[in-house]
């Protein structure tokens, strides 16, 4: 595969540009790491009463972080912490 790419300076220049930007998707890993770990904690201690499920611990609330960010059911999420595990909506 090296060699394919050497000799092809158009996929050379493509690969060679996808090396080159690892570097700043790293910064941006770390910048999102952050982000999440900072709204987990918050997360933690605001919801962690009402939703222990979501927000029981940090490891959970990064999961439930995650899972909201990528729009993956986070009306349930929604509608646990809006009306209380006690509603009667949940029953």
């Given at each position: ?17 996808l090396i080159g930007g690892?570097?700043?998707?790293g910064y941006i890993l ?35 972080l995650w899972r909201i ?23």
């Amino acid at each position: 595969i090296i060699k394919l790419v050497k000799k092809i300076p158009q996929l050379f220049m493509i690969v060679s540009g996808l090396i080159g930007g690892m570097k700043a998707i790293g910064y941006i890993l770390i910048l999102m790491f952050l982000i999440f770990y900072l709204y987990a904690i918050i997360g933690f201690y605001a919801f962690s009463e009402n939703d222990a499920f979501h927000f029981g611990d940090l490891w959970l609330g990064f999961l439930t972080l995650w899972r909201i960010s990528t729009f993956e059911d986070w009306t349930d999420i929604l509608y646990i912490n809006y009306f209380g595990c006690g509603s009667p909506f949940f029953d």
